[in-house]
């Protein structure tokens, strides 16, 4: 046993050697070090009983050994030039490496791999600028408040922030789910008019070790040169969760690091970028990279007057029957509900009248803006003729109205999505953080 875990400690420590070479463009050191790593993976491989184990390390070593077949073919076709471009490893796997590339760098400032990781990143990053106004955002004034004062007064009015009074650098969005914390986040991006660069966890995490660093060096390299931006990442808590909890990998800890320095390192000039943050676990963040987030706002359920807003909004101009009056009813017994919740909720309800349509057997002609058209009826009504509805033609169908107790009804057959006790723990975090 002890030998296999020879094996397995030193394909890791070789790997990680190898990636440091390879980060440097030192291609002819970083492919020897990945051949001899993946020589130890395969012989910690063999050696391994558990089927599980047996099957990772082998999917570790097929991935090294992708990146040193494509060093291989770099290395060959740099031998074949004159200037022996791959025994300094002065070019990059996959280019030239020659005059022309030089030239090339020297154009545009970047390497050829920076170029690789931009392009991957403007695949998968939403690079926008939203068009959601602070009157799209339904109730939350007092989050609306704090991000205006931290975010869009600095960028409309630099004045006010001269000397010790400087905007926040990092801001951190945190409650239930649904309550609108990528919507906010869209808004402060309107209302700055800067870029907005949608970053999901997920984007910045590579198979391949070291690259997940590079990826979110770019991303800020990619956000300085946009100023304003606003890098609004979801759920930051999956990226940066507490560093030494059990299972932790080292790739992980890198990533956690290259995070933290990038976002207050003493050499990044981070002014002009505002990084937000929003996670439904604030206590699973790691504590240095809550000190990073300097304003933390709580995005709680709506109150009864956002509620109302927001059944207002869901419904649109889709026809029907409600009032103010039937809006402020709705939100008065929909307590608890988050704005994803009665989005859904909503959705439901416009359902009601297709089914009236599809399940009717009987139809009575109805008066539409001066048109006689087939409305759905009960085989009990005076005026009702028993036919199906593919007997109607589109332009003679009277769509019903949604009514009031469509939405109360789907209210009913719905549950919000956060619970007391679940709401209790945003409290119990709060007071605790204010304590520490």
């Known amino acids: 046993m002890s030998g296999i875990t020879d094996f397995l400690g030193k394909a890791i420590a070789t790997v990680k050697k190898a990636i440091d070479a390879d980060n440097d463009q030192e291609y002819a050191k970083a492919f020897q070090l990945y051949t001899s790593s993946i020589e130890l993976f395969l012989l910690a491989a063999k050696w391994e009983k558990n089927p599980k184990s047996k099957d990772m390390i082998r999917g570790k070593a097929t991935e090294y050994m992708d990146r040193a077949e494509k060093l291989k073919v770099f290395l ?37 791999d920076a170029e690789k990781l931009r392009n991957a990143l403007q695949s998968i990053v939403v690079m926008e600028k ?4 602070w009157g799209d955002v339904a109730g939350l004034e007092d989050a609306k408040e704090a991000l205006q004062e931290a975010v869009v007064l600095p960028i409309q009015y ?24 990528s919507y906010l986040a869209k808004a402060v991006a309107t209302e ?50 507490a560093r030494g909890e059990g299972g932790e990998s080292e790739a992980s800890r890198r990533i956690k ?15 002009g970028i505002l990084v937000l943050g929003a996670t439904n676990l604030p206590w699973g963040l790691d504590i240095a990279m809550m000190r990073r987030f300097q304003r933390v706002v709580h995005i709680g359920l709506p109150n009864p007057a956002g509620r109302a807003k927001l ?24 307590d608890g509900y988050s704005g994803s919740d009665i989005a859904n909720v909503v959705k439901e309800s416009l359902m009601y009248p297709v089914r009236k349509i599809t399940r009717a057997t ?21 005026e009702a003729v028993e036919m199906s509805l593919s007997s109607i033609k589109d332009t003679e169908l009277a769509v019903p109205l949604v ?4 939405v109360v009804k789907a209210l009913k057959d719905s549950a919000p999505t956060s619970n007391a006790k679940s709401l209790e723990k945003y409290v119990e975090w709060a007071n605790a953080r204010e304590r520490a």
């Open 192 to 241: 700055t008019g800067g870029s907005f660069f949608n970053v999901k966890s997920s984007d910045l995490v590579s198979k391949w070790m070291g690259e997940s660093e590079r990826l979110i060096k770019q991303l800020f390299a990619m956000a300085r040169e946009s100023k304003p931006t606003v890098i609004f990442i979801d759920e930051i808590d999956a990226l940066c969760s």
């Open 403 to 406: 009514e009031f107790r469509d």
């Open 130 to 133: 939203p068009n959601v106004a």
């Open 76 to 112: 060959a076709e740099s031998e074949a030039k004159p200037n022996g471009a791959g025994k300094g490893g002065g070019g990059s796997p996959g280019g030239g490496g020659g005059a022309s590339a030089k030239k090339e760098k020297a154009g545009s400032g970047l390497d050829e």
């Open 311 to 334: 059944f207002k909004m869901a419904m649109g101009d889709t026809p029907s029957t409600l009032t103010m009056h039937d809006f402020a009813e709705l939100a008065r017994i929909s």
């Open 362 to 382: 009987h139809f009575k002609r109805v008066d539409v803006d001066g048109q006689k058209k087939y409305a759905p009826c009960s085989p009990g009504d005076p």
């Open 158 to 181: 630099p004045s006010i922030f001269t000397g010790n009074r400087q905007p926040w650098k990092g801001i951190l969005m945190y409650g239930p789910p649904g309550t609108g914390k």
């Open 257 to 271: 690091t290259e995070f933290l320095v990038q976002m207050d390192g003493v050499d990044n000039n981070n002014e």
